[in-house]
């Protein structure tokens, strides 16, 4: 059972990437999924979650209003659309799953994380 990120690269200042997380070796449809960043030098940081139904999700701060979370149960995958990206959101980008809590900031201590994907922005 994992998780599989990718979509990650490098972008100008402005540009979009989408980053999705392909989950294998059993359904994650009935997960809370979520995306946590990590750059260098700091701590792993929430960006956003969202509920198994797409009901909710959440964001952090920092993104509000230029990332957006999606997910397609029918395919396993979880994505994160990046848009109007800056410098500031380059890190390794991580994806992470938890059928009994819900993905957020307050924690990290989830059962499954991907292996992470790299975005580098560029001013």
């Known amino acids: 059972v994992q998780l599989q990120a990718s979509g990650g690269g490098s972008v100008q200042a402005g540009g979009s990437l989408r980053l999705s997380c392909l989950g294998s070796?059993?359904?994650?449809?009935?997960?809370?999924m979520g995306w946590f960043r990590q750059a260098p030098g700091k701590e792993r940081e929430f960006v956003a979650s969202?509920?198994?139904?797409?009901?909710?999700?959440y964001y952090a701060d920092a993104v509000k209003g230029r990332f957006s979370i999606s997910r397609d149960n029918a395919k396993n995958t979880m994505y994160l659309q990046m848009n109007n990206l800056k410098p500031e959101d380059t890190a390794v980008y991580y994806c992470?799953?938890?059928?009994?809590?819900?993905?957020?900031?307050?924690?990290?201590?989830?059962?499954?994380w991907g292996q992470g994907t790299l975005v580098t922005v560029s001013s």
């Open positions: 969202i509920n198994w139904s797409s009901i909710n999700s």
């Open positions: 992470v799953a938890d059928r009994s809590i819900p993905i957020s900031r307050y924690t990290t201590r989830y059962d499954y």
């Open positions: 070796g059993r359904t994650f449809s009935r997960d809370d």
